[in-house]
């Protein structure tokens, strides 16, 4: 079954804190992954999207990375800020448009 | 902001009553995705309109059913509504048929109450 699977399903951390989520999955055939940032009450917007041959892929204080051998990916935030409170989603993407969301990870930044 | 508009914000309905929610696409895209997201999930694709032709379906009954328009707004219509419909949806617009590939602008969506 194809499914996306993210850990932890919530997280509560210090501002200016490092942290890290993971997203495993067993979507096949598998083209490329992306990981979401969706703040509430809002729609989600891209952070990173990345194919097969890629391994690391950085945007601002965001950094993916991802095993296609093992099927894992991370999501890692550092220095974090208050307004890296959201939830994050890792969606893979199986077909020409069918796309596996994971549930998503909620983070919340405590000052 | 995405440029992708959705309306209403919020709407109440009960349930077997019908609704109808509309998507403005980001200009120059051709293709929207409808997703429904349940109060702490990811949200899961019903379907997708390309230049005004249902392009995909994911695993939602007859009763959500879509339209998009030449200027590449979209509605989305849930007929015989259920408590279940309950959720926030979620308008997404790009430049093509294949969002794995083209980046998805999402809208802020429109949040459903069923009672």
């Known amino acids: 079954k194809n499914q996306v699977e993210q850990s932890p399903q919530s997280l509560i951390i210090l501002e200016g804190k490092n942290c890290t989520l993971q997203?495993?999955?067993?979507?096949?055939?598998?083209?490329?992954l992306r990981w979401y940032k969706q703040d509430t009450g809002r729609g989600p917007v891209s952070l990173t999207i990345?194919?097969?041959s890629e391994n690391t892929k950085s945007n601002g204080r965001y950094t993916a990375t991802l095993d296609a051998d093992t099927k894992q990916s991370s999501l890692h935030i550092t220095a974090s800020q208050l307004s890296d409170s959201a939830s994050y989603i890792c969606?893979?993407?199986?077909?020409?448009?069918?796309?596996?969301w994971g549930a998503g990870t909620k983070l919340i930044i405590k000052p | 902001e995405t440029g992708v508009t959705q309306s209403p914000t919020h709407l109440i309905k009960t349930r077997g009553q019908q609704v109808t929610l509309r998507c403005s696409s980001q200009?120059?895209?051709?293709?929207v995705s409808w997703y429904q997201q349940a109060l702490g999930q990811g949200p899961q694709f019903i379907f997708q309109?390309?230049?005004?032709?249902?392009?995909g379906r994911g695993n939602f009954p007859p009763r959500f059913s879509g339209l998009q328009f030449p200027n590449y707004s979209s509605e989305l219509n849930v007929n015989a509504l259920e408590l279940d419909d309950s959720a926030l949806y979620l308008c997404?617009?790009?430049?093509?048929?294949?969002?794995?590939?083209?980046?998805?602008?999402f809208g802020p969506g429109t949040r459903l109450l069923v009672l």
């Open positions: 969606v893979v993407k199986q077909s020409n448009y069918q796309l596996i």
């Open positions: 997404a617009s790009s430049l093509g048929p294949n969002p794995g590939g083209e980046t998805q602008y």
């Open positions: 997203c495993n999955y067993t979507v096949s055939p598998f083209s490329n």
């Open positions: 309109y390309y230049r005004e032709e249902e392009n």
């Open positions: 990345m194919t097969f």
């Open positions: 200009s120059g895209h051709n293709t």
